[in-house]
């Protein structure tokens, strides 16, 4: 069995599937299942053997195809109909007076469902929202809450650093940041000079933060004095 990373961008998260029957490269779009019918996702990494031990108790979904140019034409159509659906789901929202701000609309591939993402400060009883929405875009209905990270990933942006955000580029998953990571670091710790868009401490905290340590831990503190050849 030969497996692939794919990433689903409106669930942030990548998984493994097998791609045993295509050859997709790095960057594509590529059709996948999933427990709700076909969907898409971009291949992260490289497809590779899986591991003897992985393969035998495997039973992942497959990666059905490279996305063709009718899928990518199939994309677009959903594109157009999730602006639509976004527009419907903010009226019924007002309608309803919930408290909720929200983010995006998500069709499946073949249309079957829309995932909505949203965020709250609180908790939100949608259990009427979802059936208005169901009656009126005649379509199974999910409501995802998000973080503020997550928000930042779905809209994109550019950094402190003049490059586009990673959340939004590259990074599969969050990983947990400390302000610890900024001082090990010798960073300055003004939550404003080291929060990214979301108003979160920058993920790339996280990067060097592992080699930092290990060089702190071996040389002298600052303002010791020490002897050398």
Known sequence: MRVGAVRIDYLNKTFMY???DV????????????????????????VTDAPEAAEAGADLPKIVRVANEEDIEKIQEMLAREKEALEVCGEEVDKAGLNMKLISARFSFDGSKVTFCYTAENRVDFRQLVRTLASRLRTRIE????????EARLFGGIGQCGRPLCCATFLTSFQPVSIRMAKEQGLPLNPLKISGICGRLFCCLKYEYDIYREINAR???AGKTIEFE
């Open 219 to 221: 040389l002298p503190e």
């Open 18 to 20: 097998d791609a045993t």
């Open 143 to 150: 409501l995802r809450q998000v973080g503020v990270r997550d």
């Open 23 to 46: 050859e997709p490269v790095v960057g594509q779009l590529v059709v996948i299942e999933t427990e709700f019918g076909l969907d898409t996702g971009m291949l992260v990494e490289e």
